[in-house]
């Protein structure tokens, strides 16, 4: 099984409300067998795609060409014996969420993850939530 992560900033000419990218996301992954982790900001993108090696790799070039991402770049690429996240979530603070019952969202989210990819996720978020 691949695991993809990645970081990209959003594009603000080409804006895309988080509703849609979790309602779009969760049909294209259930359909592709992709599980993994999704933080969205209005900055920011950081994903981790896990699942069969095709998909995951579709997947990726599909964001890829996404006018929703830019300055895209691939973080980490490897095989995995497990799914690391086991179903697809989608991270994000809604406004007035606390940063630290946020943070504990996330740190409880990538519980399963490799130390260097949950490292990923917490320290974005850490930067994020404090900015």
Sequence with gaps: MLQLVYI??????????????LTISRRNNARDRISGLLYADSGRFLQALEGPEDAVELAYARIQRDARHRAIVLLS??????????????AHRAPGV???????DVQRLTAD???AVRGTF?????TRVSA
């Design 98 to 104: 606390d940063a630290v019952e946020f943070l504990a």
């Design 113 to 115: 993850a490799a130390p």
């Design 77 to 90: 690429r490897r095989i995995v014996d497990r799914r690391e996240f086991g179903h697809w979530e989608m």
């Design 8 to 21: 990209s900033s959003a594009n603000p000419a080409a804006p895309c409300p988080t509703r849609d990218i």
């Design 122 to 126: 917490e320290g974005l978020v850490r």
